[in-house]
């Protein structure tokens, strides 16, 4: 009898202890984002602009040695710019500072190859760094490495130079939110002042770890991109796409700046050991400058809509150029076509059918974690399942038939990304549970995955999670009808 009560007792408490572990968050699973990369990738959509004496020239990698009297632009207006840039849902702009020609876009006080000493004058860093506090999104840099333009490019007293210019854009126009370091370096090319050939070894020449320790300690909030990060990674073309399996993650003792094996950053590194998610950069034309030649090749709403889909839908954030023109303008044809598609991404994607639906999940690891945390449009609140469950379902029950063609995923990212597999099923008219089929691989999800199919309809639909690195913790799901009918 006693034994008994002793027993029940000590079940009790075993019982109370598991409730209340159950209670606690899951453990993160590294590698993790800082909150700077979470901040980062919530930005999903930002701009780029390539701008320079390019422009004036009809050129995408310039030599360096076009006069600068040749850059005036004579209408510029950086207001124009990030007006445009609000209205196409950008978050956020990086201009090109100073690409491979080398020529400045601020009064850099290292070099008279720049701004200050064209028929222009102005400080166009300065003016659209504060064009984007005026109009609320983000300022970033991007300052070319290679140099075709500087005499002593190729010498330490070259990456000298490249530090104090990093360190001035670092430090005169605010907040930078990312700072590009381009790996490109055209190993053959000409310069333009030296005309020569000049070879450097890319991985030791710049010293990177020192610049990004120049950034790290002025600008302590801006994500350092480059091939393989630290903060985010090239996701290895220009096509601004990654692959469906979509990693967060890259090796980070593999990847550097001109990785060779850069496919591979399309769908980063499963078994990676550094949180470096993936940009998907891409021009609205075909080049990154302007060319009055390319007014007729502007990407088209429907295929700048596709590309949100395998940029943004794939795990990354989508990194778009507009070539400023010679006005020193966004052309009216880029800015009505970015528009149009904002206001049809926030059209397909701005009515979510699973809104007041019934979760239901296999498992639960308490009540904090329940499976109504993913319909409740609180980011930071999400479904787990008990520790060491990495195979399990969510039912939705939405309360009428809905047609969709389209579910979103999101995992809570900075606990670690977690989903390796899933499969999203829908109830047939006869009661039986069947794949609602995609043409992509349905494996990782991460920050989002949109998950493209032929039409759909039914009221019982589920999310099954096949293989998972730990516990899932999802924080939201919903239901979609895009305008591309019957794509996938
Ligand atoms: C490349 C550069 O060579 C292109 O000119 C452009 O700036 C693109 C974004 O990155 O590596």
Redesign the pocket.
């Known amino acids: 009898m006693r034994l008994r009560r002793v027993l029940t007792i000590v079940c009790l408490l075993g019982l109370l202890k598991a409730s209340a572990a159950n209670d606690q968050a899951p453990e993160a699973i590294g590698p993790v984002p800082t909150v700077a990369q979470v901040q980062w990738q919530q930005m999903e959509t930002y701009a780029?602009i390539?701008f320079g004496l390019n422009t004036f020239n009809d050129m995408?990698?310039g030599y360096g040695d076009t006069p600068a009297s040749t850059f005036n632009p004579v209408r510029l207006d950086c207001e124009q710019w990030a007006q445009t840039l609000v209205k196409a849902g950008m978050k956020g702009v990086i201009l090109?500072c100073k690409?491979?020609d080398g020529f400045c876009l601020w009064p850099s006080r290292y070099t008279d190859y720049s701004v200050a000493n064209s028929p222009f004058k102005r400080d166009v860093v300065r003016e659209l760094s504060e064009a984007c506090k005026k109009y609320g999104i983000k300022f970033g840099v991007?300052l070319s490495p290679w140099d075709r333009h500087q005499a002593s490019y190729g010498s330490p007293e070259y990456v000298t130079y490249y530090y104090n210019q990093l360190e001035e854009l670092m430090t005169q126009y605010g907040d930078v939110f990312e700072v590009w370091f381009?790996?490109?370096n055209g190993g053959d090319g000409w310069y333009g002042g030296a005309r020569e050939k000049r070879e450097i070894n890319r991985s030791t020449y710049y010293n990177y770890p020192k610049a990004w320790s120049i950034v790290n300690r002025l600008q302590p909030d801006a994500v350092i991109f480059s091939d393989g990060g630290p903060g985010c990674r090239w996701v290895g073309n220009?096509k601004g796409y990654a692959n469906a399996t979509n990693w967060a993650f890259v090796r980070s003792k593999d990847v550097y700046p001109g990785y060779p094996q850069y496919q591979e950053l399309q769908s980063g590194h499963a078994d990676g050991d550094a949180w470096c998610a993936s940009e998907c950069?891409t021009s609205i034309r075909p080049g990154?400058f302007y060319h009055e030649s390319e007014d007729d090749k502007v990407k088209t709403v429907d295929e700048l809509t596709d590309l949100y889909y395998r940029s943004v839908g794939h795990n990354g954030t989508l990194l778009l150029?507009f070539p400023v023109n010679r006005d020193g303008l966004i052309h009216p044809i880029d800015s009505a076509t970015a528009v149009q598609w904002h206001e049809r991404i926030v059209r397909e994607l701005g009515h979510n059918q699973f809104a007041g639906a019934t979760f239901t999940a296999s498992d639960i690891r308490s009540k904090a974690f329940g499976p109504e945390k993913m319909g409740d449009g609180d980011w930071e609140t999400y479904w787990a399942p008990s520790d060491g469950v990495t195979t399990a379902e969510v039912a939705i029950k939405t309360k009428r038939d809905v047609t969709l063609n389209c579910v979103m995923l999101q995992e809570y990212i900075p606990l670690g990304q977690r989903i390796k597999e899933f499969v999203i099923e829908y109830k047939t008219c006869c009661g039986k549970w069947a794949p609602v089929l995609t043409s992509e691989e349905t494996t990782t999800v991460g920050y989002k995955r949109l998950v493209r199919f032929h039409e759909k309809t039914a009221s019982e639909w589920r999310v099954r999670i096949l293989d998972s690195r730990a516990c899932p913790c999802i924080n939201n799901i919903e239901g979609h009808l895009t305008e591309i009918k019957d794509k996938r």
């Open positions: 780029f390539h995408e990698w090109t690409h491979h991007y381009d790996g490109a220009e950069d990154w150029n």
